[in-house]
């Protein structure tokens, strides 16, 4: 899938600043006893910038925080702390009024296209509600070429073919085009996918990302690509911002990322999805597999370690900064923010020229 060249940086539409939300777990009687409140760090200061005509990939494993993060930028859930930005100005949802204004906005595209529709109705339906919420009273003739132009944007031609069916007599790939749709509706200037593909036949998979991209650049829409398959992230987006645990751990164009990963946990995303023009398997580390750790009572330190192949002493106790690798890419790992190990490593991923 080809790639946009840019010359410079266009307009931040979307941008969240130290985001974290975190989430109190039912007390035990122990609890009662220390007194204590615990909570799942879901997502722990996170930054992350959304810009107008570009698609930013958000991966991880299951349970590394992504979801929730797109449920955060859909003002669907406080935060706990943090903010979130729209167009340069900070978000304030109070009441239902703001919240539908700030959806007219920005747009969420969920996993499952069958759940996010109501089967009891058509999808004439389904567009025509979404259109009067937005765009006013359409009625008649004006509502009917609205009625047309969102699934030609969408590539359900002929439109009378669909609107009168019900989802359950769509394909996955139709009722999630519809879904697309939907959101179209509102004319957003951000676009949050989460998963939209992973439910969907892999035939079809490459027929709805391309339709994504199309969007993307005729109207230079923001979009939050969150999957957990790297590899059509370095096909699909045009920079990648890599999660575990509720953490950023590394982010840059999607080329480079994949091809030169700088973050054990990269790696692993990677060696797990071979790509065959990424590195070769004896380039990519080996890990402990293990499991994730406990968000409840993460574990000091850099949050990787107990499963990091390269893991320090000062891995288990310090959190790592952030390290610039150059043309914007950055990695939070003491391979590189120390000197004792920064320039042996920063060596192995330097690009062959």
Same mark, same amino acid.
């Given at each position: 899938?080809? $790639?946009?060249t840019h010359h410079q940086a266009p307009p931040a539409a979307l941008a969240a600043h130290a985001?974290?939300?975190?989430y109190p777990v039912r007390r035990t009687a122990r609890d009662l006893t220390s007194r204590r409140?615990?909570?799942?760090?879901?997502?722990?200061?996170?930054?992350?910038? &959304?810009?107008?005509? %570009?698609? !930013?990939?958000?991966?991880?494993?299951?349970?590394?925080?992504?979801?929730?993060? *797109?449920?955060?930028?859909?003002? &669907?859930?406080?935060?706990?702390?943090?903010?979130? =930005? &729209?167009?340069?100005?900070?978000? +304030?949802? %109070?009441?239902? %009024?703001?919240?539908?204004? @700030?959806?007219?906005?920005?747009?969420?595209?969920?996993?499952?296209?069958?759940?996010?529709?109501?089967?009891?109705?058509?999808?004439?339906?389904?567009?025509? #509600?979404?259109?009067?919420?937005?765009?006013?009273?359409?009625?008649?003739?004006?509502?009917?070429?609205?009625?047309?132009?969102?699934?030609?944007?969408?590539?359900? !031609?002929?439109?009378?073919? @669909?609107?009168?069916? @019900?989802?359950?007599?769509?394909?996955?790939?139709?009722? $999630?085009?519809?879904?697309?749709?939907?959101?179209?509706?509102?004319?957003?200037?951000?676009?949050?996918?989460?998963?939209?593909?992973?439910?969907?036949?892999?035939?079809?998979?490459?027929?709805?990302?391309?339709?994504?991209?199309?969007?993307?650049? =005729? #109207?230079?829409?923001?979009?939050?690509?969150?999957?957990?398959?790297?590899?059509?992230? %370095?096909?699909?987006?045009? !920079?990648?911002?890599?999660?575990?645990?509720?953490?950023?751990?590394?982010?840059?164009?999607?080329?480079?990322?994949?091809?030169?990963? *700088?973050?054990?946990?990269?790696?692993?995303?990677?060696?797990?999805?071979?790509?065959?023009?990424?590195?070769?398997?004896?380039?990519?580390?080996?890990?402990?597999?293990?499991?994730?750790? =406990?968000?409840? =009572? /993460?574990?000091?330190?850099? +949050?990787?370690? /107990?499963?990091?192949?390269?893991?320090?002493?000062?891995? #288990?106790?310090?959190?790592?900064?952030?390290?610039?690798?150059?043309?914007? #890419?950055?990695?939070?790992?003491?391979?590189? *923010?120390?000197?004792?190990?920064?320039?042996?490593?920063?060596?192995?991923?330097?690009?062959?020229?």
């Open positions: 899938m080809p $790639q946009r985001l974290t939300k975190h409140t615990r909570r799942v760090h879901a997502v722990d200061a996170l930054d992350l910038t &959304l810009h107008a005509g %570009r698609v !930013t990939a958000l991966v991880g494993e299951s349970g590394s925080g992504k979801s929730t993060v *797109a449920r955060l930028l859909a003002g &669907l859930e406080p935060v706990t702390s943090g903010t979130v =930005s &729209l167009h340069g100005d900070a978000v +304030r949802i %109070r009441n239902y %009024r703001s919240f539908r204004a @700030y959806c007219a906005d920005v747009q969420l595209i969920l996993q499952d296209p069958f759940a996010s529709l109501n089967p009891v109705h058509t999808i004439r339906h389904h567009l025509t #509600r979404a259109l009067k919420l937005h765009r006013g009273g359409m009625k008649g003739a004006r509502l009917a070429r609205a009625l047309d132009e969102l699934l030609e944007d969408v590539q359900l !031609t002929p439109a009378a073919r @669909y609107l009168d069916k @019900y989802p359950h007599e769509l394909s996955g790939g139709q009722r $999630q085009r519809v879904s697309i749709a939907r959101a179209l509706a509102a004319r957003p200037a951000v676009l949050l996918a989460d998963e939209p593909v992973s439910m969907l036949d892999v035939s079809i998979r490459l027929g709805v990302l391309n339709l994504l991209r199309r969007l993307t650049d =005729s #109207r230079d829409l923001a979009v939050l690509y969150i999957t957990h398959d790297i590899a059509s992230a %370095r096909y699909f987006a045009d !920079t990648t911002s890599v999660m575990y645990a509720g953490q950023m751990v590394e982010s840059g164009d999607s080329e480079s990322l994949t091809q030169n990963p *700088a973050h054990p946990y990269t790696r692993l995303l990677i060696s797990s999805a071979p790509d065959p023009d990424g590195p070769p398997e004896e380039e990519v580390p080996s890990t402990d597999s293990g499991d994730p750790p =406990s968000l409840i =009572s /993460p574990p000091p330190g850099c +949050r990787f370690h /107990p499963r990091c192949p390269s893991a320090m002493e000062r891995c #288990r106790s310090e959190q790592p900064p952030r390290a610039g690798l150059g043309d914007g #890419r950055w990695v939070a790992c003491w391979l590189y *923010a120390d000197p004792a190990g920064e320039t042996a490593t920063a060596r192995e991923q330097e690009p062959a020229s």
